[in-house]
């Protein structure tokens, strides 16, 4: 089973600052670090570190090659990233003392995608293969349909929620990954229970999963719960830390790995991304997540 992820490249400006800043305040910050970055990109990076065959679809500007590049040196096939006049997307993220972030997006060659590319990208994959999709780009309701009609098994992290997903058929996703606020926004509760609830009334042919940071994570299909509790780690910096669980999350999928392995894998590896700096090179490979 091959997998096409089909989602946003960005550099990621990083800046490290005492807390968030607030609306009207001025801070200095403290240091400022670029990295590759955007959920495609890390969820990629991740599928490939847990042993997956994942290929890259998406759009970069002219100044993108370091993201291809990145991508490439970890073995994710680029063969699907189209090169555009313009400028690359790009985050800001704000970083505090309590290692929690803050992002702002520039969406830039993300939301530039073409329905004949993504036609192009689908027709390499078939019945039993993977699309994972996130909400960084542009064209996602048609990327959804058509990856559909092909027989694709459609992983959704809704991030980040906005109106542009109403435009979705969500009937058609098979696996949903999702962190509390993404949970809440989907289903308008708070309590992981009751989005767990909703998900299962919703979409009852769908897996759920709900990461809850230091409370670990839940698996949901139908009746079928699955708890796993958070490892603990120094904390570095939050950032791929979703991302880590979702690329190994599907990984452990191919791999034929129960949803209680699964889950307590991805534990292991996200505990690994948030101990290190930065987003994609945070990411562990399945070596250093297995000997744990």
């Not at 670990?216 to 139908?222: D, M, S, T």
């Amino acid at each position: 089973m091959k997998v096409l992820n089909y989602g946003s490249l960005n550099y990621d400006f990083v800046y490290q600052v005492d807390h968030i800043t607030e609306a009207g305040e001025t801070q200095a910050s403290e240091k400022r670090e670029t990295f590759c970055g955007g959920k495609g990109l890390n969820q990629s990076i991740a599928l490939a570190k847990a042993g997956a065959e994942v290929f890259q679809g998406g759009t970069v500007g002219a100044d993108g090659q370091m993201l291809l590049d990145e991508l490439n040196k970890y073995g994710v096939d680029t063969s699907f990233v189209r090169k555009i006049d313009g400028e690359t997307g790009h985050a800001v993220i704000q970083v505090d003392r309590n290692a929690q972030n803050g992002i702002l997006l520039f969406g830039g060659a993300n939301v530039r995608q073409t329905k004949h590319e993504m036609n192009q990208a689908l027709d390499a994959f078939g019945q039993g293969d993977f699309l994972l999709i996130q909400n960084e780009i542009n064209l996602l309701d048609y990327l959804i349909d058509s990856a559909f009609d092909r027989g694709l098994r459609i992983v959704c992290n809704p991030s980040p929620y906005n109106r542009t997903l109403e435009q979705c058929d969500f009937s058609k996703i098979s696996i949903f990954m999702l962190n509390e606020v993404e949970g809440f926004q989907m289903t308008g509760e708070r309590e992981p229970e009751k989005i767990l609830d909703v998900m299962a009334e919703r979409f009852p042919q769908a897996e759920a999963v709900l990461t809850l940071g230091e409370k670990g994570a839940v698996y949901r299909k139908g009746t079928v719960k699955v708890r796993q509790d958070c490892i603990p780690a120094d904390v570095a910096d939050t950032t791929a830390a979703g991302d880590t669980f979702t690329g190994y999350f599907i990984a452990g999928i191919i791999e034929g790995m129960s949803p209680g392995d699964n889950l307590k894998r991805c534990a292991k590896a996200s505990s690994i991304t948030v101990s290190r700096k930065g987003a994609a090179p945070s990411i562990p490979t399945s070596d250093e997540v297995d000997i744990i």
